[in-house]
T-cell receptor, first 114, second 106 residues
Framework: DVKVTQSSRYLVKRTGEKVFLECVQD?????MFWYRQDPGLGLRLIYF???????EKGDIPEGYSVSREKKERFSLILESASTNQTSMYLC?????????????FGPGTRLTVL | GIQVEQSPPDLILQEGANSTLRCNFS?????LQWFHQNPWGQLINLFY???GTKQNGRLSATTVATERYSLLYISSSQTTDSGVYFC????????FGQGTTLQVKP
């Protein structure tokens, strides 16, 4: 079974802090994704990565950056957290063209910025 | 870009009832998926169904690609079916609908 883990389930930070959200997958997937989920808006793609050291902007990259130094790890960075970044953050990994052609999601990190 | 719309936004059922969730998409797609998010936030893929019909236990899904919609059927609902159901289409990246929140009451 694919396993995607995220470093924290719940996180509380203060405005202006630098925040790191970590995601690790154990299936050697090349593709990894960061989404945020807000009520009434569904999941929106922040950034994704198709390979180590490679990153692409999603639909809402402003205020975020990412790092992919190793294949299994994809980090989301909030350079200076703001209250409008309070949200649920979901990481996913994916191996296209496999029998189960789907993304596998981590359990999510609920971030509150005060 | 492609639009994905789900209906209804909210649904409350008594245990044992059947339901149909709908997903409309605005353009041709070659990859449509249904996900369930449990009350603790975990998203699990239910179906990868670009066209046709698939069944998995009490759940089944049908996609009519030519008419740009997909349906998720839940039969004999159970309280464990509660949560949010998302459809998502792939166009180089996954585009999610806003979801249907289902509450099944005992």
């Amino acid at each position: 079974d694919v396993k995607v883990t995220q470093s924290s389930r719940y996180l509380v930070k203060r405005t202006g802090e630098k925040v790191f959200l970590e995601c690790v997958q154990d299936m050697d997937h090349e593709n990894m994704f960061w989404y945020r989920q807000d009520p009434g808006l569904g999941l929106r793609l922040i950034y994704f990565s198709y390979d180590v050291k490679m990153k692409e902007k999603g639909d809402i990259p402003e205020g975020y950056s990412v790092s992919r130094e190793k294949k299994e790890r994809f980090s989301l960075i909030l350079e200076s957290a703001s209250t409008n970044q309070t949200s649920m953050y979901l990481c996913a990994s994916w191996a296209p063209g496999t029998v189960l052609d789907t993304q596998y999601f981590g359990p999510g990190t609920r971030l509150t910025v005060l | 870009g492609i639009q994905v719309e789900q209906s209804p936004p909210d649904l409350i059922l008594q245990e044992g009832a059947n339901s149909t969730l709908r997903c409309n998409f605005s353009d041709s797609v070659n990859n449509l998926q249904w996900f369930h998010q449990n009350p603790w936030g975990q998203l699990i893929n239910l179906f990868y169904i670009p066209s046709g019909t698939k069944q998995n236990g009490r759940l089944s899904a049908t996609t009519v690609a030519t008419e740009r919609y997909s349906l998720l059927y839940i039969s004999s609902s159970q309280t464990t079916d509660s949560g949010v159901y998302f459809c998502a289409v792939f166009t180089g990246k996954l585009i999610f609908g806003q979801g249907t929140t289902l509450q099944v009451k005992p």
